[in-house]
């Protein structure tokens, strides 16, 4: 799961950059939102979690584990593609809003879920 989680936030970081260089060539820093969110939500937090799973998690085979890895993924998939859309203007925010918000409560179970995940495996210690 750590080498799951590392590559993820690898790829994550490279399109943050992508879209960072884009802005500062373009002068244009509209997506300036989506760009810390692709760059702390995805790229950091998933960095995190697999540092997790390397040095704490003992159960990083388990159901709930696979569980929170794809909540997490799924919830800053949307959340991020969300964001760009909003901040693009190729999307209402009336329309928008409540799948940002779902996008939200989804990277938010997954935190909640990894808390749960580090408690049990501290638990057998």
Not at 37 to 49: D, E, G, P, T
Not at 62 to 81: R, T
Not at 88 to 110: K, Q, T
Request: glycine letters at 8%.
């Amino acid at each position: 799961m750590d080498r799951k989680y590392v590559m993820s936030s690898f790829i994550y970081a490279i399109l943050g950059l992508l879209l960072g260089i884009y802005m500062a060539a373009s002068h244009n820093h509209g997506q300036m939102v989506t760009h810390a969110h692709i760059m702390l939500a995805a790229f950091v937090v998933s960095f995190i979690y697999g540092l997790c799973h390397r040095l704490w998690l003992t159960n990083s085979s388990s159901a709930l584990s696979q569980i929170q890895f794809y909540v997490h993924q799924a919830g800053i998939l949307v959340l991020v593609v969300g964001l760009f859309l909003l901040y693009g203007n190729l999307a209402a925010p009336e329309m928008l809003d409540p799948i940002l918000a779902l996008a939200s409560v989804a990277v938010l179970v997954g935190m909640i879920l990894m808390m749960v995940l580090f408690m049990i495996s501290g638990q057998s210690e």
